[in-house]
């Protein structure tokens, strides 16, 4: 039976649509089950009924024809309950609803099982039997698998609209698709689907003009590969035995193949790029390929895949080098990485979309860094259909609109121009202090990684660089950086702010954050091997990295050092020797150089609770609310299925982070926040009450924080952060502080005006 699941998954998987799916399933489970029917239901979205959509034994006339309303018929019970419903004479049921015209009046048992995704039923998956019998344990547990495995396809039908031409609904004028907000804002502009890692399934279709030369390209990728197969096999054939060594020859026989080769060269001809062309030629095999009864020849779509990756490697790396981005360039991805975002030319990166990730991913993080809205977490997104369609990018909400309506496009427009009118407005506080009504002032610095980062910072009214990403560097290289190399950039960002501090945190990588040179695999990254852990156990590349940067400083003595994923005093101990060392090395080779401040990110559940012994050894605290909030909530922020449980206004991190004020006044130690909690207004002003002495946050969040500051008295604030320590959920909490926004005239500040 395991086998069987494991087939029927498969072809599911592969099939070229819905409709295909939904036969490979009806036959499949019908033979399985040793059924006398097999039908599946789909919820209609326009009036929640359930439509007749696929069927092996009933009439197929009936399929799209019949319609059950909601309340009427067995079926509609399952999705009331969303719970199996097994019955052994269905007619007796009080909710039997003969159908004549699907001939099923022979038929007694029925198994129904909810089709279910994100807790929304979708559809039913019915067997039904000519005996008057229940199904077992087995058979039920079968059939609820089998619905679990098609609710990604039919979730993913129903994103992209494609559902409703089959279910005979009239199509929407505009495609919608909700993932979560990453960046604030909202703007409008061209689709460009990347692929960093050669994953079939996303590469877009993209319409070409020139088949010819576009052929000849995929001719020599597959000439390439060919010559990578030979090497391979010649360079084994000592170590293989014959029948291993047939394995290249079979690979070298399917690219020499018609079926493989000459149907890719079809579909250029037709007018698709060669990668879009490749794509749907080795999904087509697959499906034959693991449809068929043989089990060797079903290993056989493993190899096709093989091959294909191999190919649209070489494809992607040729297109890369004559790759063009459109003027509002909306990056689409399957994982939006920070190279990705990088890479885009000054002045086209309009918004960032991606399929995976959260508000607190690091691509989210980089797109509020640079000021553009970002969408994450759009799990059915269609990537592959997206190249060049005009998008709308909601990251207030975290929408997605495909090829909008001129109605719903007008309305975009007028919010896009509202937005530019109230960051006019916001520009005119860039020279103000952030101080409350009552004198308190709270210096605002801005969070950067890049060179590029360093005007937009200015011009927000930064006071300085309260957290400078380093690993951005290191991220974008095929190899570690030298000590020069390192030395010069950090020089640049330094001078761009003198006199003014700037706060450089020490190589932090790991995590959802890697370097391609130097690969770090672990079951559990984000408790694993990741940032003070990776340096320390490095001190041949912390020493060059910690050298760079107190050479950098030399004249300007502008510097402090941020230690990441601190967890104990002994880590803390340990670089501080290694500063220590390389200050002595610079001094001993003439560098006129000056030690800097060193302060600790507290953002390790357990650094918390050490406040006292890193203030007899640091200058000063930088609470990391993304990590700390992660850790306390024990919720992956990059993981879009637990998104919705992150937040930092669950009472245990209020509570966390009163306790690390409190204990930081206790040891006179300075502490700030540089995670996202501070480039929330609200947020940010309970931070204020909190007693934090200056808040880091991207620059584009800084004048909308500053305006609030300066619209509150701290008496006020702290009565407000009284009042939200007080809610025991964090939605009573938003609730709270959205109605004061509103109350306050403030709330065009945090949602579309």
């Known amino acids: 039976m395991l086998k069987l699941l494991r087939r029927i998954i498969q ?48 009439n197929p006339n009936a399929v799209r ?306 000021g553009v809205p970002a969408v994450m977490g759009l799990l059915d997104l269609p990537i592959a259909k997206l190249e060049g369609l005009e998008v709308v990018v909601d990251g207030y909400s975290g929408s997605l609109y495909l090829d909008p309506s001129p109605t719903i496009r007008a309305e975009f427009l007028r919010i896009v121009q509202e937005e530019k009118k109230l960051m006019a407005g916001l520009r005119e506080l860039r020279d103000l202090p952030a101080e409350t009504t009552d004198g308190c002032r709270v210096p605002l610095y801005a969070n950067a990684g890049l060179i590029a980062d360093m005007g937009p910072s200015r011009e927000s009214g930064a006071e300085g660089i309260g957290l400078y990403r380093t690993e951005i560097l290191f991220m974008i290289r095929d190899r570690f950086p030298g000590e020069e190399e390192q030395a010069a950039l950090f020089r640049r960002v330094l001078r761009a702010f003198a006199p003014r501090m700037v706060t450089m945190r020490t190589l932090d990588v790991g995590g959802d954050k890697s370097l391609p040179y130097f690969p770090i695999h672990e079951s559990n990254p984000f408790l694993g091997w990741r940032g003070i852990r990776i340096t320390l156990d490095h001190p041949e590349i912390f020493l060059t990295h910690l050298r760079a940067m107190v050479r950098a400083s030399e004249g300007l003595n502008n510097l402090q050092i941020l230690l990441p994923m601190v967890y104990c005093v002994s880590e803390v101990e340990d670089t501080l020797v290694l500063l220590q060392r390389a200050y002595r090395e610079l001094l001993d080779e003439g560098c006129q150089v000056k030690m800097p401040k060193v302060g600790v990110m507290v953002e390790v559940p357990a650094a918390a609770y050490q406040i006292g012994a890193f203030a007899r050894r640091v200058d000063f605290l930088s609470v990391g609310t993304n990590d700390l909030t992660q850790y306390l909530l024990a919720v992956d922020r990059n993981n879009e299925r637990v998104a919705g449980l992150y937040d930092h206004l669950h009472p245990a991190v209020l509570q966390t982070l009163v306790h690390i004020t409190t204990l930081a006044r206790t040891h006179n130690i300075p502490v700030g926040v540089c995670g996202e909690m501070a480039g929330d207004p609200m947020l940010a002003l309970l931070l204020v009450a909190m007693g934090v002495n200056h808040l880091s946050m991207n620059a584009g969040c800084l004048p909308r924080v500053k305006y609030t500051i300066r619209h509150f008295s701290l008496e006020r604030a702290q009565a407000i952060l009284k009042e939200v320590l007080d809610f025991e959920n964090c939605t009573a909490a938003r609730l709270y502080l959205d109605a004061i926004m509103e109350k306050e005239g403030l709330s065009h500040l945090v949602h579309p005006v």
């Open 65 to 370: 024809q019949v319609r059950l309303p909601p309340g009427q018929g067995i079926v509609t019970l399952v999705v009331e309950r969303a719970e199996p419903v097994n019955l052994d004479h269905a007619a007796a049921h009080p909710r039997f609803l003969l159908l004549p015209e699907t001939n099923e009046t022979p038929y007694q048992s029925f198994l129904g099982v909810p089709i279910i995704n994100h807790r929304k039923v979708l559809g039913v998956l019915v067997t039904q039997r000519r005996v008057a019998e229940r199904c077992n344990d087995d058979q039920v547990a079968f059939q609820v698998t089998v619905a679990a495995a098609l609710a990604g396809a039919i979730a993913h039908a129903e994103a992209s609209g494609s559902i409703t031409t089959l279910l005979g609904v009239l199509p929407q004028t505009n495609r919608r698709f909700k993932g979560l907000a990453g960046a604030p804002g909202v703007v409008i502009g061209k689709a460009l689907v990347m692929n960093p890692q050669i994953d079939l399934n996303v590469i877009p279709d993209r319409r070409i003009d020139d088949p010819k030369t576009e052929e000849e390209t995929f001719l020599a990728a597959v000439e390439a590969v060919r010559a990578d197969i030979r090497e391979l096999g010649q360079g084994l054939s000592q170590a293989l035995s014959t029948e291993e060594a047939t394995l290249f020859d079979a690979y070298l026989l399917m690219l020499g193949s018609d079926s493989l080769v000459g149907k890719a060269l079809e579909s250029i001809r037709a007018g698709n790029w060669a990668p879009g062309a490749l794509r749907q030629t080795v999904m087509e095999h697959v499906r034959v390929f693991r449809a068929m009864e043989d089990p060797l020849l079903q290993e056989r779509a493993s190899d096709i895949i093989d091959l294909g990756r191999r190919i649209m490697s070489r494809l992607v790396e040729q297109d890369r080098r004559t790759f063009k981005y459109p003027k509002r360039t909306i990056l689409v991805a399957d994982d939006v990485s920070a190279t990705m975002i990088a890479e885009v030319p000054a002045g086209r990166l309009a918004a960032v979309v991606s399929m995976h990730g959260s508000r607190y991913s690091h691509a989210a993080i980089l797109a509020r860094a640079f």
């Open 11 to 58: 072809e599911v998987n592969v099939a070229g649509d819905l409709d295909e799916a939904l036969t490979i399933i009806v036959s499949r489970v019908r033979e399985a089950m040793v059924a006398d029917v097999c039908s599946v239901y789909l919820t209609d979205p326009q009036d929640g009924g359930q439509v007749l959509m696929a069927t092996d034994g009933l």
